[in-house]
Every structure is written in C-alpha cells, then in structure tokens.
C-alpha cells in the first residue's frame, strides 16, 4: 500500500465522517471527540472501522478501536495499520 501522510488519511477519514455518518464537515477536527463531539455509538464505530478496513485494505477489529477517542486517535491508528505496528 502507498504511504499516506497524516493530512491525507485525515481527508480520507473527514470524507467518510461527513459521506457515510452524515456530520457536518466544519465540526471536524483533529480533537474532535468521536462519541461526545460527532455523536458517535458503538455501532457507528464498528461502521467506521469496516469502511477502514476498505481503505487499508488490512484487517481492523473493533476492539483495535477500543481506546480510540478522538478524530487524530483515528487517524494515529491508521498511520500504524498502515505501517503494519501495533495500534495500541
């Protein structure tokens, strides 16, 4: 897989938040909290790590996800699966 630089999976992610999960783009940020800021429940993290997974083409499990908080947790993590590292 081609190497992504931070702004760039930070786009693809804000793409997915405002495409596929209906949030506005203007409240998406780096620090944006992904359950308390956009709203997010267990399911839509599970939705999100499966439309991950398409971009990365590598597995993702949800439970990968479970310390995530923020829009730059996620995008921290992707960088990482990317790379093949350990995510936490």
Known sequence: MAEYTR?????????????DFE??????DGDANL????EFDSIDAVDLAVRLQEFTNKKISPDD?????????????IEKIIRDEEII
């Open 23 to 28: 949030i506005e783009p203007d409240i998406i």
């Open 65 to 77: 996800f479970k310390e995530i908080k923020t829009v730059d947790d996620v995008v921290v993590a």
């Open 7 to 19: 702004e760039e999976i930070f786009n693809v992610l804000k793409d997915i938040l405002v495409n």
């Open 35 to 38: 359950f308390e800021d956009l």
